[in-house]
C-alpha cells in the first residue's frame, strides 16, 4: 500500500496530550467525592476525565473515573440534527489539601441551599447548585507517531470520525502547542482490555508559533 501522506509519521515515546472532550458540562450536584454532569458526549464506564470548574475567581481541575453513564435526552440543533444528552457520574480521584478546600469554596459559593450547616461538608453529602461559569471536560491521551500533518494515539475512549476537537500536546521541556484536530480514522486495537484504540488525528487549526514548536521537536528525530 502507498503512504499518501503529505508529511512522513515519526515514532515518539513519552509523549501526551489532553483534548477539550466536552464543553458546557451542566452540573447535577457535586460532593467531595464526585460530581454528576449533563454532556453532549457519551463517556466510558472506568475512564478518567479530567473535569475544569471555571469561575471568576480562577479554575479548578479535578480528576474523576466514570462510575455511571446513561443516554438522558436529546435535542435538536440549528440544522434539525438529533444530538443526544448523556448523564454521567464521575469519581474524584485526586482531592488533596489544596483542591479539597478550594472545592469546598466553589460548592459553598454555587449551592442552592444553605439548610445543611457548614460542618457537615465532609459528610460526603451531595450539593445541588447553581452557577452560570463554564465546566469543561478534559480527557488525556498519549501520542505514538506524530508529523507535521497530524498524529496517531492511543486512548481507551472511541471518538467518532470527523469530530473536532481542541487539542494540546505535551513536548519535552515543559514546552505545549495548542491546536484543533480532526477525527481521521479510529481503530479498535487488538487484544487489549480494557479496550484501546488507534486514533488517527490531523491538524487543522494550528498558530504559526505552535506549528515552529511541533518543527523544531520533530525535525531533530527525523534526521
Not at 51 to 74: F, T
Not at 119 to 145: C, M, W
Not at 157 to 180: C, G, H, T, W, Y
Amino acid at each position: 500500500m502507498i503512504d499518501k501522506r503529505r508529511y512522513k509519521r515519526v515514532a515518539v515515546e513519552g509523549i501526551h496530550g489532553n483534548m477539550i472532550f466536552a464543553s458546557n458540562a451542566k452540573i447535577f450536584n457535586i460532593s467531595l467525592g464526585g460530581v454528576a454532569i449533563e454532556i453532549n458526549k457519551r463517556l466510558t464506564i472506568g475512564n478518567e476525565y479530567t473535569l475544569k470548574l471555571q469561575s471568576k475567581e480562577g479554575h479548578i481541575d479535578l480528576k474523576g473515573v466514570v462510575v455511571w453513564s446513561v443516554l438522558g435526552s436529546s435535542v435538536k440543533d440549528s440544522r434539525g440534527d438529533v444530538i443526544p444528552i448523556y448523564q454521567a457520574g464521575l469519581k474524584f480521584t485526586d482531592v488533596l489539601t489544596d483542591k479539597m478546600s478550594r472545592l469546598i469554596e466553589f460548592i459553598e459559593k454555587h449551592k442552592v441551599s444553605d439548610e445543611i450547616r457548614p460542618d457537615e461538608r465532609l459528610r460526603g453529602l451531595r450539593f445541588k447548585i447553581h452557577t452560570e461559569e463554564e465546566a469543561f471536560l478534559n480527557y488525556s491521551y498519549s501520542v505514538k507517531k506524530i508529523s507535521l500533518g497530524g498524529m496517531l494515539i492511543e486512548t481507551s475512549q472511541a471518538l467518532d470520525i470527523e469530530n473536532r476537537f481542541p487539542m494540546e500536546i505535551f513536548l519535552q521541556d515543559d514546552k505545549s502547542i495548542n491546536f484543533v484536530g480532526r477525527v481521521a480514522s479510529c481503530r479498535e486495537i487488538a487484544d487489549t482490555f480494557p479496550k484501546q484504540y488507534d486514533i488517527g488525528i490531523e491538524f487543522v487549526e494550528m498558530s504559526d508559533e505552535d506549528r515552529k514548536s511541533l518543527e523544531s521537536f520533530i525535525q531533530p528525530i527525523t534526521l
